[in-house]
């Protein structure tokens, strides 16, 4: 059985349309005049015929350049997830750039919500086409999108969601459920009887969305589910990982409390537990965590860390410059929430995930 | 913190290394004469400075047309996997028709090595420039690829490998590694002492490569660490999974082994079980198979499949296009082994999995 695939061109689609050359390229490119019944049609051959018309070129014609701000937490390290997706914005920005889109990006700190505040402001006063943020800080983002609200600039939101915020796109994952995925994934790995203990390394919790969020969705799967309930789970929080009051806290529980044989940090942050069961031989233990960072990478392969829960922070990236460049220069509809995928990723296919 | 990206011009890789616009654009085209150090230079500007040259309008000044012929398992049904990769393969042809490249399907039916070796003559036959293909049967591909090697013809795998083939380059799995994935996924969802039944839906097992690779890496896990060692393993072989004589032999080993609490099947088959498991009423047996069709979806979701390990088919269709096509039409250097990632779907991630 034989099946060919031709490129389909303009001369195909006139001649299966009956009608000139010189009528299809007007529909093309939406100039001239050409009747309702005749534009219809062409257009229905153009799909099935699955033809692809050549953007760049009429594009190219408008001489407008365009400027997009992004504001995005500054990596930690050279390694840290926060250089992952500025790959993906590069590569967008490579398949873009002959359109005349500049990028200008905007860094914050982590752990001072004001940097984020005079970085917005930088941004505002630049005036820009679009904004691509990560709105890390829920009341100093809600602070900025009121603005860019007002002033009509689109912003999209990268990495965690404000629901119900008139944002143009959310390009991320859906926090809670990947919060049940950890969920059923140490459920399964653990003893009917045993308990869980949901670690989260956060300064201000509430003033972090997407923390909250998996925290909700990882205990949300046990109260629904039955035949796992008999489990016991509770959340300690702790500021700072580095700091010895802290650690110290962590290994006393674990420690006290022999019946903990899962535990779930909800960041990528899971290396400082997995080094606290390390150093003080903690075995038994299945953990689970996000990001492939390369702290956590060592400790997946030494069996420490079971599971790490990845969002594609590339992908989100490229989505997210993409989709303002659709919206803003090829004026197209654009979906108003892009969720990544929720990946698994254990010691065995590891060398595998692109 | 701003950073800027700005699009790289000929003009701003000529003025950096103080040449002609000229000069950088025959070292681009590989044309004229340019001095060693010259052009070195100038390559490493274009490296630094991330230049994408375009590489169409090169390309188009020949005029040479390239025949690809596909040798791919005929889909059982219109959801069934093998649809997949065609999706990708239209996608990759979306991208590079306008190199004048055509390509033809030819479709072997999965129960008969026969209608393989049919495809292949008339493949032969029509002395294609290159030729991917699933080497489904391991005896007749290899007969196959002898002659395409005979008349110097490219050769990309996809879906399955054959080692030391003298392939130009294998899409596909790492099946031993899926194995083991796999073997992971059960071994912490089941209790210390149960057992775990492998269930091989083959006709001719010795003849499928990939299904042989999954077993193997299967029990290798469980040969190779120790803490899950005291699990029982056993293989069935059931030659057609419509069969009723083959599904109550199924049945009468779980109702007869309470202690089988996982079942690991190699295939997309998985469905097949899961129906059984259903009928019957069976309860608390994990469950784990392979690909994402619908049939699969529909266990997966109502709880009766735990785990899908799926292999990316449409990004194994795309690739092996692309792949070929940098070979033969870009010449360029291309992978001799491609693995997709191996990823984990469960009801939880299923949604937002792409």
């Not at 953007?55 to 400027?67: D, E, G, N, P, R």
């Not at 009509?152 to 049940?180: E, M």
């Amino acid at each position: 059985m034989i099946k060919a695939i031709n490129r389909t061109r303009i001369k195909d689609i006139a001649l299966r349309a009956n009608v000139s050359i010189g009528t299809v390229d007007r529909v093309i490119h939406n100039r001239g005049e050409v009747s309702k019944a005749t534009r219809d049609k062409i257009l229905s051959i153009i799909d099935e015929m699955e033809y692809q018309p050549n953007l760049l070129a009429s594009t190219l014609a408008s001489k407008k350049t365009f400027s997009f701000a992004l504001l995005f937490p500054e990596p930690i390290s050279t390694e840290s997830y926060w250089n992952k997706p500025m790959v993906g914005v590069r590569k967008a920005f490579h398949e873009i750039q002959q359109y005349g889109v500049n990028i200008n990006i905007h860094l914050f700190k982590q752990s001072d919500p004001n940097t984020f505040n005079t970085e917005a402001q930088q941004i505002l006063e630049s005036n820009p086409d679009g904004v691509v943020l990560a709105p890390f800080f829920s009341r100093q983002s809600k602070e900025f999108i009121a603005e860019l609200k007002k002033r009509a600039i689109p912003y999209v939101f990268i990495d965690s969601n404000i629901k119900d915020s008139d944002k143009l796109s959310y390009i991320g994952q859906d926090s809670y459920q990947s919060g049940t995925l950890a969920a059923k994934l140490l459920d399964y790995s653990i003893p009917e009887n045993a308990a869980i203990l949901v670690l989260q390394f956060a300064k201000e919790k509430d003033n972090l969305n997407h923390l909250m969020q998996r925290e909700k969705g990882f205990y949300e799967y046990f109260n629904s589910n039955s035949t796992s309930g008999k489990k016991k789970l509770f959340t300690l929080e702790i500021i700072d990982p580095t700091d010895l009051i802290g650690q110290n806290k962590i290994t006393d529980l674990l420690k006290s409390n022999p019946d903990i044989k899962g535990i779930f940090v909800t960041n990528s942050q899971v290396y400082y537990l997995a080094r606290l069961i390390e150093e003080n031989n903690l075995s038994g233990i299945r953990v689970i965590g996000h990001d492939l960072i390369n702290e956590n990478i060592n400790f997946l392969k030494k069996g420490i860390v079971d599971f790490l829960i990845c969002q594609r922070p590339e992908e989100q990236g490229y989505k997210a410059i993409i989709t303002l460049f659709e919206h803003l220069v090829l004026k197209k509809e654009v979906n108003n929430e892009n969720y990544t995928s929720i990946d698994i990723i254990t010691k065995e296919n590891l060398d595998y995930y692109k």
